[in-house]
């Protein structure tokens, strides 16, 4: 079976001069893939919007409106950080409905796996308003979709952005059916994702938040994986997984600094695509999220589109961190006693 993508020139169309958020780094990642040849080894997905009830499953009804009023009137910012253009409206249904239409593929086994080339970015996008580049919950929606549209009983979310999805969180959160697992800087942007913030109530062990000071670097990602989120997801046992893929944790990101090379990336993808063999015969999409850097967000997801397509072919132009790796191994036995992981 084969790996899709979904892609459409609409997503170009929400951008912003001199924002970090911008058409180019999407049209870098179209050009990368083009000429590496991998493109014409995807199966293209049809981009389409979502429907008002699907938004409705993540955001206030009010909220919606509002975005599509100010993009009607031209423009403005939902926050310091988070712009509307003319186009922002229709760009964000459509990127929310697209990650929809990438998670049915994958479900009713027209691919195997997925990639969502979709932009605005959607992890940090709240309930009830937009914030951090984000407009609609892309990934969340997704996962409400899988859950309601298509009655799967358990989707687990992996987000490696370098910033934590606290949009995702807050959307999900009453769910008991979906797992969040996060890996990002902190403190850092948007303040949340402490380690203790595991979910309560029917979704307590739910969430795993696995924040990382400045300058982790491979080798703590690498254990954070095989040590807390492998076997974390084994307990769960998804039946989808859904990955928020940011590339902004890259050692050469201008906005963050995980210090993570684009060999530790292509490392995370295939043991993300070999999780989902093992425990959810290979159904798994990634979602683009952040990746400022264009280089490294387009070798990012060039790797990513080879672990998928099982190819193990590693693209890295840009070479390791030049800061020397953090050791967390304490830290690592800490958050597998708070997850009950040992037993």
Known sequence: MSTGYVYDEIFLKHTMPGHPENYHRLEAIVQQLASSGVLERLVRIP????TR?????????????????????????????????????????????????????????????AFALVRPPGHHALPEHGMGFCIFGNVALAAL?????????????????????????AII????GICYISTHQFPHYPGSGDMHEIGS??????WINMPLAAGAGDRAFQMLYEQVLIPAMRRFSPDLILVS?????HHSDPLADLALSLTG????????????????????????EGGYNTQALACGVLNTFYALLGDTTVVD?????????????????DLRRLHNLDG
């Open 317 to 333: 132009p840009l070479g390791p961190s030049p800061r020397p790796e953090r050791d967390i191994g304490g830290y690592v036995a």
């Open 47 to 50: 981009a389409r919007p979502a």
């Open 173 to 176: 959160a009453g769910d008991p």
């Open 201 to 206: 109530g029917a979704t307590r062990g739910n």
């Open 245 to 249: 893929a940011g590339y902004d944790a």
């Open 265 to 288: 990336y292509a490392w995370l993808a295939r043991t993300l695509v070999a999780l989902a063999e093992e425990l959810c015969e290979g159904r798994l999409v990634f979602v683009l």
């Open 53 to 113: 009830e699907e938004l409705e499953r993540a955001h206030h009804p009010r909220y919606i409106e509002t975005v599509r009023q100010m993009a009607e009137r031209g423009g403005g910012y939902l926050d310091p950080d988070t712009y509307v253009t003319p186009d922002t409206f229709d760009v964000a249904v459509m990127a929310a409905g697209s990650t929809i239409e990438a998670t049915a593929a994958v479900l009713d086994g027209t691919v195997r796996n």
């Open 145 to 169: 979709a899988a859950r309601r549209g298509h009655g799967v009983e358990r989707v687990a979310i992996v987000d490696f952005d370098v910033h934590h999805g606290n949009g995702t969180q």
